[in-house]
């Protein structure tokens, strides 16, 4: 049968390069070492995450004072509350998903894959809706008690409501032609191998 | 030197002849699963990925499969989350783009195993993953065992795949 006869060709392919080349020990080491950088790259990039949000809070705090105006210091404390309810929404699902399962049967593979990316989808949308509501309500507060004028405030608003929808078409973007994609496809490896069919 | 010390320092040891000897009987299978999900050089960093996902998975190996199923499985998983993170560079430049499709009446000027190639990369995810271990050798139960369908439809899965390609390039 020729498929057969090719198949044995399919076989005896030779093959060169480092896999080849190297002995088992040596590309071990290799990743071993792969490995450990890994490890420290993302250890470095969690602490330097908690960090950064704790120095954001922090900034704020010592921008409070009690001999503020009441307004001053509710919007604030808002802020405050918004940027680490973002920081908290953008870190967990980081620890959550932490390090892929490559050893997992496909479809429980595919699976996690998938409750990962809706995770980001969540996290893309809600950082701009629900999310974002006490940082803009901190922000239009604050605003409020430093500005002069109502012409000042109005000034102020108009420009947080562009840069919001800036970010927010930014965000939506990222959704529409990468993650969704990605959600599509995923789904479809699931149905595909109920299906039974090529 | 603690008790505790001593345990990790034979189990890292114990992981590293285990990898080496992973490595040793599946580097041809390695290059193969990396070569057919990848396209032009990218086959270089994904043989990297998955040498780095099995080093990762390992501690996680219980015996449960063997280890040439316990290793198509992880290969398989992080070649297609790679295709998935360069999907769209490689529906552009894949490694059959540009190639004359062989058909019924060329293929036997040919080289076979760019037939097969050819094949493969034509097909889906799941039904490449199947025919990859298929022209492996793998048995019907290995096969299941590694991505983890059905036997009975993975037996209609193989016959359908066979009928396709022998249609496609032989003419039957």
Known sequence: MELERLKAAWQEQKFEGY????????????????AMEMKSRNLAEDVSHVLGSMLIVGMWIFWYDSRQPLMTRAGIILLMAGIALEAIAYIAPRFRYRGERFDLPRNEFLLREKKRIE???????????????????????????????????????ALLAFMWGIAFWVNARRVRKHLAPLLVEINWMLSEADSGLI | MGRQELIAL?????????????????SRRLRI??????????????????LLALWT???????????????????LNTAHAFTRRNFRRNRETGPSAGKEP????????RDPVSILEEFV?????????????????????EISQAIQIDEANLRVRVSRLKKQFESRYIGG
């Not at chain 1, 080349?21 to 290799?30: F, H, Q, V, Y």
């Not at chain 2, 070569?35 to 998955?50: A, M, R, V």
């Open chain 1, 19 to 34: 896999l080849f080349e190297k002995p088992p020990s040596r590309i071990t080491a290799d990743v071993r070492r792969k």
């Open chain 1, 119 to 157: 995770a980001r989808i969540r996290l893309v949308k809600g950082s701009l809706t629900w999310l974002s509501v006490p940082m803009l309500a901190g922000c239009i507060l604050y605003a409020a008690s430093v500005v002069k004028n109502m012409g000042e405030l109005l000034s102020c608003v």
């Open chain 2, 10 to 26: 034979v189990e890292i040891a114990d992981k590293q002849r285990l990898f080496e000897q992973i490595v040793a009987e599946n």
């Open chain 2, 33 to 50: 699963v990396a070569w057919n999900n990848s396209s032009g050089d990218q086959y270089k960093d994904l043989e990297q990925e998955i």
């Open chain 2, 57 to 75: 998975s390992l501690d996680r190996f219980e015996g449960r499969s063997g280890l040439t199923t316990w290793f198509y499985r992880v290969a």
């Open chain 2, 102 to 109: 062989a058909t019924a009446g060329n293929w036997q000027n």
């Open chain 2, 121 to 141: 990369h034509s097909l889906g995810e799941l039904d490449r993953s199947v025919f990859l271990m298929y022209l492996d050798d793998l048995s019907y139960r």
